[in-house]
C-alpha cells in the first residue's frame, strides 16, 4: 500500500491541482485531463522524440520552458500551459516551420487535414514574418506507391520513428545535418532501391502532406468514363469499417451497405467484395495447411512448418528481404486481391461473356503495399494484369466526394452477385488474427466434423491488440479420413507490425518454434490499420475499426467461409476441387528471394 | 539474391573492431581514411557486414563533416574559418589556394589531388590562421606559407 | 595573477594515486564535494554532486568519460592538457572511476585533434606498463582502462548527450533529459562525463587538499581556471588565473590594447564592452568558458557577429524547430546586416523574439545559446551595423 500512496502525486496545472502518476509525463497528464497542449512530433504509437518543441510549457523554478512530451511529472509541479511566453513560442515554432513548409494547401492531398494547417489557424498565424520560400528545393518522387514530398516534410521524424520502431524497416532516415537535413534514403536513392514494403505506414503518421498514396483515381475515373470499358470494382474487408472517418464520422461505424451504394452510383460496372476471396483464401490456404501436417505427421517427409499466411503486401516484401529462407513456409496462396483479380479476367469475364481485354479490375484497398502487388510480375495469371488499379481508402472517399455524393445519406445496397456474396470469417480478415480465425473455424470443421469449441465462434484467444498472441487447440475425435490428427495439438501464433513479426521468424529460424501455422499482417492491428487508411491513426482508433468488423461478422448469416455457397459454386463450376490444378495456375504464386540491405 | 563480394577493406576494418554497431563511427573514420570517401558500395557493404541498415549508416555518416561521402581529393586541406582565425588573416589564405588549386573553396580539383573546405574552430586560435592538410595540423600561416606547403604536398 | 596547479609540468602520478586509494570512495566524493569544484566545461556544475548521483546509480556497469570535445570557437586549453599534463587527466579518470565504480574510461576526442592521437595511445601504454592504468592499478586491486574514440566533425558532441550518442555510432543528436547521463548514459549505463580540466583538477585537489586548493579564486568559484585567450593581443595562449579576475586584469597580462570587446566563453558566452572591464569572470560574474578572445577597436563587431552565427547555423544539428530553423533566420538576418540592408524596427523586433524562442525552447544547449551573440553584440554595439 505504501508503494500506492508514494506512486500518487500532485501537480498543478494552470492553478488547478491534479492527482498525477509517476513517470507519467505533464503532457500524458494534461491529455487526461483535458488540458490541450499541440504537438506534432508526438504520437500515440511512437516513442517521445521531443523535436517539435510545440507542446513547450512553463514549468516553476526552470530557467526554459520545458517540452511537455519528454518531462515527466513531479510532485508539487507547478505547470503553466497558456502562458502569453508559452503561446508566443508555440507561435513562432509554427512561424519557423511555414517558412520552410513549401507548397500549397490547396492542391495538397491534406488540405483539411493536416496538423500543420490546424495548428496554424488554430494559432492565429496570419502572416509569416521571416516570408514563406516559394522555390521548391526538392523533386516529389513518385517512382513508388509512397509518394514523397520533401518541400512539405516540418521534419517531425514520425515516419522514420515508425519504419524502425514499428516496422523495423529503417528505410528512410534523417540525412544531413542541421538546415541540411531531410528525410530520405541513402544517396538520395528512391525508396524501392531500399528495403521498403511500402507498408505506407509513414504516410499514416505524417502530420503534413509530405508523405502520400501514389494517386490512381485519375486512371479509375478515366476507365469508367470509357463506354468500351468494362470497370469492375472490389473491397477488401477494412475499408467498410474505417471509410466513414474521411467523412468526418467517429471511428467505429460500418458502412458496408452505403459504400457498395456509393460505388455504383459512381459508376463502376460491377461492385464484389474482396471478402468472396477471402473465403477462397481460407479453403486454398487451409487445404494447403492440412497438406503440410499430412505431410510431415502421415509421410514424414520434409515440409516446411510452420506454414504462414501471405494475405499481407507488405509482410511478402518484408520475408523477401529479410527471410528469405523462410520462403517456403510461406502459403503459396495469393492474397485476396489478387486471386480475385485472376478470377475476374477469367472465370468472371467467361460467365459474363466480357473479352477481359475490356475488363478494368480495380481494388480498393487499406493498404499502399498492394499498389506494389498489383504491379508484381508474378500477377499476371489471368493473361492480363490481374488488377489493373489499386485505391486506397482515402482516394475512395475522394472519388465518393468528386461524385457530389454524401455517404452518409445513402440507402445501403447489397454486392453484386457472384463474387459479392462472402461470409463473416471474411469479413474478419481485416483484424489482425482474423485469418487465423477464419482458418480455424473451417480446418477445425473440416476435420472434425464439429464446430468449433467456442462459443457463438468467437475464438477469443487470438482475437486482440496484443502483438504477438499464441493459442493452440487439441483435436480430438476426427474424422476417420484425418485420423491421424487425433490428439494432435495444433498451435498457432499471430504477429501484427514487423517487429513484431521479426520475433516470431527469429524464433523459427533458431527453430525454437513449435507452431503450425503463423498468420502475419505487416500493419499494427492488421489491414484495419493499413497505410491506406483514413488519418489519423492512434491504438483507440484501430481498437473502434476491430470492434466495427467484429460485429459485422457477428451480424453475419454465414459465419464460415466454407459455407460461402458462391465458393462451392466456383469449385464446381470452375476450379473443380481446392490446390487443384486450376487453382495453382490462377490463385498460387511463389516469391523470390530479394537482398536484405 | 546478389551474391556480390565485399568491400575488403570493409570487411578488414569492420573486423577489427569487432562489428558492432557503437564502433561505426571509428569505422567510418577509418574507411575515409583509406579510401578517402564512402560510395554506395562501401555503405552497402558495411551495413550488410554489420547487420545494420545502409540508410543508418549513411545516416550516420551525413551528420559529421569528417565523413564524406561524396568524391575528395587524395589530400583534404581544412582551412580554420572561425573568428580568432579570421582576425589572424584566414580569408586571404583561402584566396591564395583558390587561386594555386584553381578550384573555390568547397571544390576538388580535376586530379583528384586537392579538396579546399573551410572548417569550424580546430582548437589553434592561439596560432591562428591554422589549416589541415587530412590529419596534420599546420599554425601561423600566410598564403605563401600555405602555396609552399601545397606545392610540397603536390610532390609526394 | 597566474598560477601553475594545472600546469605545472612533470608526471607525478604516484603522490595523488597513493592519497586516492587511502580514501573510500565515498570519502573522495566527500573532498570533492567540499572543495567546491564546478566543472569546467561551461555550466559549471559542482563535480562531487556529479560523481555522488553516478555513485550512487544502480548498474552493473559504469563508465566515466573525458569530455574533450572541446569546440567552442576560441578555446584550445584542453589541447594543452592533454600534450602537456596527461599525467593529471589520467589520474582524474582512474579516480573519478574509483570513486563511482566504474572501470571504463573513455577519452572522447574531437576529431581536430587527430593530430595528436598516436601520442596519446603511445602515452597511454606508458601508463600502462607502469601500471598507472589496467590491472590492479599500483596493487590497490582497482582496475581502470582508458580508450580513445574521435569525433567526426560536429561541434554539438560536446553536448553530454549528444557526446554519449555519438559514442554509440550514432548520430550526434542530443537526447532528451531526463534521464541524464548519470542514470542512463553510455549504452545505458550510468555515466559521468568529465570536461578534460575538471578532471586535471582532481590530483591537485587529493595532493594538496582542500584547503590549498579553496586558497585560489572566489567563493562560489573555487580553484584556478584556464583561460584559452587569443585575438588581438601580444601574447595569446593558455592562462592559467584565479577564477574571480577582472577582465581589465586579463588584458594587461597578454598585452592587448587598444581593446574595444572581449567574447567570453566562445561564440554562445558573452560579449564584454569597455564598461565591463572591471567586472570579474567567475561563476557568479562573466560566466568562465575559459574562451577568450579579444577585439581592438579596428574590428567592427558585425563581422564577429555574422561569423559567430555561420558557425551555430553550420554546426546545428536540425533536430529540433527552434535551434533548425531559428539559426537558419539569424544567419539570414546578419547576412542582410552585411550586404548593407537595414533590419526595419519591425524586422529586429521579429529576430529578438527569435531569439528568446530559441533560448526558451531549444532542446539543448546549442540552441538555447546560440542566439546570444545575436542580442549581445547587437546590443552593446549597435554603432557597428
Known sequence: ?597 | ?156 | MQRSCLLSPGCKCNEAFEKAFSYTPEEIINIIKDSGLRGRGGAGFPTGMKWEFAAKAAGEKKYVVCNADEGEPGTFKDRVLLTDSLDKLVQGMAIAGYAIGANYGILYLRSEYKWMLNDLNAKFNEFKNQNYLGNNIMGKGFDFDIEIKLNAGAYVCGEETALIESMEGKRGEPRNKPPFPVQSGYMGYPTVINNVETLCNIPYILEHGVAEFKKYGTERSCGTKLFSISGDCAKPGVYEMDLGITIREMLEMVGASNTKAVQIGGASGSTAGEKDFDKTICFEGFPPGGSIIIFNKSRNMARVLKNFIHFFEEESCGQCTPCREGTRRLKEAVDRIERGEKLSDEDMNTMLELAEVMKNSSKCGLGQTAANPFVDILGKFREDF
Request: proline share 4%; glycine share 6%.
Open chain 2, 1 to 156: 539474391m546478389k551474391m556480390l563480394e565485399l568491400d575488403k577493406d570493409v570487411v578488414e576494418i569492420s573486423s577489427k573492431y569487432g562489428k558492432s554497431k557503437d564502433h561505426l563511427l571509428r569505422i567510418l573514420q577509418d574507411l575515409v581514411a583509406k579510401k578517402g570517401y564512402l560510395t554506395e558500395k562501401i555503405v552497402r557493404d558495411l551495413a550488410k557486414d554489420m547487420n545494420i541498415s545502409p540508410n543508418e549508416v549513411y545516416s550516420v555518416a551525413t551528420f559529421y563533416s569528417f565523413i564524406k561521402t561524396k568524391p575528395t581529393g587524395k589530400y583534404v586541406i581544412r582551412i580554420c574559418q572561425t573568428i580568432s582565425c579570421d582576425l589572424a588573416g584566414k580569408e586571404e589564405i583561402i584566396k591564395a589556394l583558390e587561386k594555386e588549386l584553381r578550384i573555390k573553396c568547397g571544390q576538388t580539383t580535376d586530379d583528384m589531388l586537392f579538396t579546399l573546405e573551410t572548417t569550424n574552430c580546430m582548437g589553434m586560435c592561439d596560432q591562428g590562421p591554422a589549416m589541415l592538410v587530412n590529419d596534420e595540423v599546420y599554425t601561423k600561416m600566410d598564403s605563401i606559407k600555405a602555396i609552399e606547403l601545397i606545392r610540397e604536398y603536390k610532390t609526394k
Open chain 1, 1 to 597: 500500500m505504501q508503494t500506492a500512496v508514494e506512486s500518487k502525486l500532485t501537480v498543478s496545472i494552470n492553478g488547478k491541482e491534479f492527482d498525477a502518476r509517476k513517470g507519467e509525463t505533464i503532457l500524458q497528464l494534461a491529455k487526461r485531463n483535458d488540458i490541450n497542449i499541440p504537438t506534432l512530433c508526438n504520437h500515440a504509437d511512437l516513442c517521445e522524440s521531443g523535436n517539435c518543441r510545440m507542446c513547450v510549457v512553463e514549468v516553476e523554478g526552470q530557467r526554459v520552458l520545458q517540452a511537455s512530451c519528454t518531462t515527466p511529472v513531479a510532485e508539487r509541479m507547478v505547470i503553466r500551459t497558456n502562458t502569453r511566453k508559452v503561446r508566443k513560442t508555440r507561435q513562432m515554432i509554427i512561424e519557423l516551420l511555414l517558412a520552410e513548409h513549401v507548397g500549397d494547401c490547396q492542391t495538397c492531398k491534406r488540405n483539411t487535414n493536416c496538423e500543420l494547417q490546424d495548428l496554424a489557424a488554430e494559432y492565429g498565424i496570419e502572416e509569416v514574418r521571416f516570408g514563406k520560400s516559394q522555390e521548391k528545393r526538392y523533386e516529389v518522387d513518385t517512382r513508388t506507391p509512397i509518394v514523397r514530398d520533401n518541400d512539405k516534410c516540418i521534419l517531425c521524424r514520425r515516419c522514420t520513428q515508425v519504419c524502425e520502431e514499428i516496422q523495423g524497416v529503417e528505410a528512410i532516415k534523417p540525412m544531413g545535418r542541421g538546415k541540411d537535413t531531410d528525410i530520405g534514403c541513402l544517396f538520395g536513392l528512391p525508396l524501392d532501391e531500399t528495403t521498403c514494403v511500402f507498408c505506407g505506414q509513414c504516410i499514416n503518421r505524417c502530420p503534413t502532406g509530405a508523405l502520400t498514396e501514389r494517386d490512381a483515381t485519375k486512371e479509375v475515373w478515366k476507365a469508367i468514363d470509357d463506354p468500351t470499358k468494362h470497370v469492375v470494382v472490389q473491397t477488401a474487408p477494412a475499408i467498410r469499417a474505417a471509410l466513414a472517418e474521411e467523412f468526418d464520422i467517429p471511428p467505429g461505424e460500418r458502412v458496408t451497405g452505403k459504400m457498395a451504394s456509393a460505388l455504383k452510383m459512381i459508376g463502376f460496372d460491377t461492385v464484389f467484395d474482396t471478402d468472396f476471396t477471402a473465403d477462397l483464401t481460407i479453403i486454398e490456404e487451409g487445404t494447403e495447411l492440412l497438406t503440410r501436417l499430412k505431410k510431415a505427421l502421415v509421410e514424414k517427409s520434409q515440409v516446411a512448418l510452420p506454414m504462414f499466411t501471405s494475405c499481407s503486401p507488405g509482410w511478402i516484401n518484408y520475408i523477401e528481404h529479410y527471410y528469405p529462407d523462410l520462403l517456403p513456409n510461406l502459403s503459396t496462396c495469393k492474397s485476396p486481391q489478387q486471386m480475385f483479380g485472376a478470377l475476374i479476367k477469367t472465370y468472371y469475364a467467361q460467365k459474363k461473356g466480357v473479352d477481359p481485354k475490356n475488363i478494368v479490375s480495380v481494388s480498393v484497398m487499406p493498404c499502399t503495399a498492394k499498389k506494389f502487388e498489383a504491379d508484381r510480375p508474378e500477377m499476371y495469371d489471368s493473361g492480363y494484369k490481374d488488377v489493373d488499379h489499386v485505391l486506397t481508402t482515402r482516394e475512395l472517399a475522394r472519388m465518393i466526394k468528386q461524385a457530389g455524393i454524401d455517404l452518409m445519406d445513402l440507402q445501403d445496397s447489397e454486392f453484386d452477385d457472384p463474387m459479392g456474396i462472402s461470409t463473416g470469417a471474411a469479413v474478419i480478415f481485416g483484424a489482425t488474427g482474423g485469418v487465423m480465425e477464419a482458418a480455424i473455424r473451417t480446418a477445425y470443421e473440416l476435420v472434425t466434423g464439429r464446430e468449433v469449441p467456442f462459443a457463438n465462434l468467437d475464438i477469443r484467444p487470438v482475437r486482440g491488440m496484443e502483438g504477438i498472441r499464441e493459442a493452440s487447440l487439441t483435436i480430438t475425435d476426427p474424422l476417420p479420413e484425418w485420423s491421424f490428427l487425433n490428439g494432435a495439438e495444433v498451435k498457432v501464433a499471430i504477429a501484427h507490425s514487423l517487429t513484431k513479426a521479426r520475433m516470431l521468424m527469429d524464433k523459427v529460424r533458431a527453430g525454437e518454434a513449435t507452431y503450425h501455422f503463423i498468420e502475419v499482417m505487416a500493419c499494427p492491428g492488421g489491414c484495419l490499420g493499413g497505410g491506406g487508411q483514413p488519418i489519423p491513426t492512434s491504438p483507440e482508433i484501430r481498437e473502434k475499426r476491430a470492434q466495427a468488423i467484429y460485429t459485422e461478422d457477428g451480424a453475419m448469416k454465414l459465419r464460415k467461409s466454407h459455407e460461402n455457397p458462391a465458393v462451392k459454386v466456383l469449385y464446381e463450376e470452375f476450379l473443380k476441387e481446392p490446390n487443384g490444378h486450376k487453382s495453382h495456375e490462377l490463385l498460387h504464386t511463389k516469391y523470390t528471394p530479394k537482398d536484405t540491405w
